[in-house]
């Protein structure tokens, strides 16, 4: 799993130089995006250790779940290439539409975990729920740790 959490984070620090390499790399990002997604279903139905009733009331609910998050994380990536295509030339306009973007991401992602765990506590007990919402917490933050240490900071 790490290895595709670098690679999508590696992914994402790189803008599109032209057409043809901006399809290719949205055709990998969503590749890596549902890697990432998978490798997150298996991290996650182990740590939680349900019944198999348990199993069946929550992973109809977090394919819900991931398919909206999947929607947050392209638009996370957008916002990463945005940045690497003003990277070195800057404005103050892109800047303030670079942070507003980020910061709806942010505020997206941190929304829908909280709006699925209300939709899991009806079907699992909170324990279960809080071991969801911090290994959600705990892959997010992989992600942005990896995402930091390859995106520069804005020149």
């Not at 295509?85 to 103050?92: E, P, Q």
């Not at 899991?120 to 995402?147: G, H, I, M």
Request: cysteine-free; glycine content about 2%; proline content about 2%.
């Amino acid at each position: 799993m790490k290895k595709t959490l670098v690679a999508f984070a590696a992914l994402a620090a790189f803008g599109a130089a032209d057409a043809s390499y901006a399809q290719n790399a949205t055709d990998d990002t969503q590749v890596l995006i549902s890697q990432i997604q998978t490798d997150k279903r298996a991290v996650v139905l182990s740590t939680l250790q349900l019944t198999d009733a348990q199993v069946a009331e929550f992973t109809p609910l977090y394919d819900e779940f991931q398919a909206k998050m999947k929607q947050i994380m392209t638009r996370g990536s957008d916002v990463v290439n945005k940045f690497a295509a003003n990277y070195g030339s800057m404005t103050d306009d892109a800047a303030k539409d670079i942070m507003k973007e980020f910061f709806k991401v942010r505020r997206d992602r941190n929304e829908l975990i909280e709006d699925y765990a209300k939709k899991f506590q009806r079907k699992l007990p909170a324990t279960k729920v809080l071991q969801w919402v911090q290994v959600e917490n705990k892959l997010n933050t992989l992600l942005e740790v990896q995402a930091a240490a390859v995106i520069p900071i804005a020149r």
